[in-house]
């Protein structure tokens, strides 16, 4: 048996998920190479086999994979990522995608993220379409950090502010003082005596902040909607996340002020992830 095979033995023994994918991860990280460079022969040398059996002991502990090796892929790009950040999703990307379906490739419109965490949603919009400007709202500093890094290696730093900004504060809205064409939003959704029962990788290295939406898990939702009125141009868009099960009452919150549901997208696992909603064109 080879190293690679015995290290994918391991992750799968652990109960760790796509142990082959990790695995491939991990050496292409130690070797400095891309996962598709990396077969079960790859030759490993003393330093690096050393490498890779402590990035594995501290992945048998259950530390994510991305923040072990300090990066994880999310549409086309590769983000940094680390525990002041929550780690970016595959069940995210719709909301990108949805996104530049609305935002045709000429668009220079602003587009707003509240909560950007790692950057990851609005950098990869922005990395589309280059004429568009936005802004990155994000409770923590270290977030913030961290998507402006993001944001430099991908070259959109220049249409891209960061603002530290709490959404329950009561002078929120005074950061923003435009209007957008559109908002994108991941807010925090997890009911908070649900947390305790989440996977280790998350409730131990997703910070707080970002995973717990108060006792219903909807406290955010309520908050951005209360606001996005007077943050979305008439006409504008809001793309939110949702957590399983939460699509519609998110829809119906925010029907409440003033726009309009016109789609539920589902993420390739067939969820109701992603809740579009537009302004009301204000009449005359």
């Known amino acids: ?19 082959l994918l990790e695995t491939r991860e991990i050496f292409a990280f130690a070797l400095h190479k891309q996962p598709a460079e990396i ?88 990395q589309e379409r280059p004429n568009l400007t936005g802004a990155a709202a994000d409770i923590s500093e270290h977030a913030l950090q961290t998507a402006r890094q993001n944001a430099k290696n991908l070259g959109v730093s220049q249409r891209l502010k960061f603002i530290r900004a709490d959404w329950f504060e009561s002078g929120f809205l005074a950061h923003f003082p435009q209007k957008f064409a559109m908002i994108v939003t991941n807010p925090p959704y997890i009911p908070q005596d649900n947390i305790k029962n989440l996977e280790p990788e998350v409730k131990d290295h997703d910070p707080l902040l970002a995973l717990s939406g108060g006792a219903s898990g909807f406290d955010s939702y309520q908050k951005i909607a209360e606001l996005t009125p007077f943050l979305l141009q008439d006409g504008g868009w809001i793309l939110i996340e949702a957590g399983i099960g939460q699509a519609r009452k998110i829809a119906d919150i925010f029907s409440t002020r003033g726009l309009v549901l016109k789609e539920i ?20």
């Open 1 to 19: 048996m080879s190293f690679f095979q015995e290290i994918v033995q391991k992750l799968a023994a652990a109960n760790i998920d796509s142990p």
């Open 39 to 126: 077969y079960s022969g790859s030759e490993v040398g003393e330093a690096e086999k050393q490498q890779i059996l402590k990035l594995v002991q501290q992945r048998l502990q259950h530390f994510p994979l991305d923040k072990i090796i300090g990066r994880k892929g999310f549409y086309k790009s590769e983000f940094i990522t680390n525990e002041s950040v929550l780690s970016p999703r595959p069940d995210t990307e719709i909301l990108v995608e949805k996104a530049l379906a609305l935002l045709p490739p000429s668009s220079n419109a602003a587009v707003l993220d509240l909560g950007t965490g790692s950057g990851c949603i609005i950098e990869s919009i922005l």
């Open 265 to 284: 997208a589902a993420d390739l696992a067939g969820i109701e992830r992603c809740v579009i909603l537009q302004k009301k064109v204000a009449q005359l």
